[in-house]
């Protein structure tokens, strides 16, 4: 039996964990790491896409200047996303 930390995870029943310098974290089941820039300010950022629902949109705060963005997500029925857009809220 391998001991990787997956199955460890698996094996107690445990969440699991973000481990710095895994790239495996960018991209998971339930998400994607993304990018994203902001329409205020212009700076960039990163945000955790939910992938387990369907296409829709939501509102985030832009984690430098703290002005609300709307996020619009398109996301196929095999679960991988598509696009993703932000615009300004006004």
């Given amino acids: ?24 974290a960018a991209t998971s089941e339930l ?12 700076e960039p950022y990163g945000s955790m896409l939910d992938l387990t ?15 609300p963005i709307e996020v619009r997500l398109e996301v196929s029925e095999r679960g991988e996303l598509e696009q993703v857009s932000t615009s300004r809220v006004d």
């Fill in 1 to 24: 039996m391998s001991l990787d930390p997956a199955t460890i995870d698996e094996l107690y029943g445990l969440e699991p964990v973000f481990e710095p310098g895994d790239n495996s």
């Fill in 31 to 42: 998400g994607v790491f993304v990018e994203l820039q902001c329409p205020w300010c212009g």
């Fill in 53 to 67: 629902d369907a296409s829709r949109s939501y509102i985030e705060d832009c984690q430098v200047c703290c002005r």
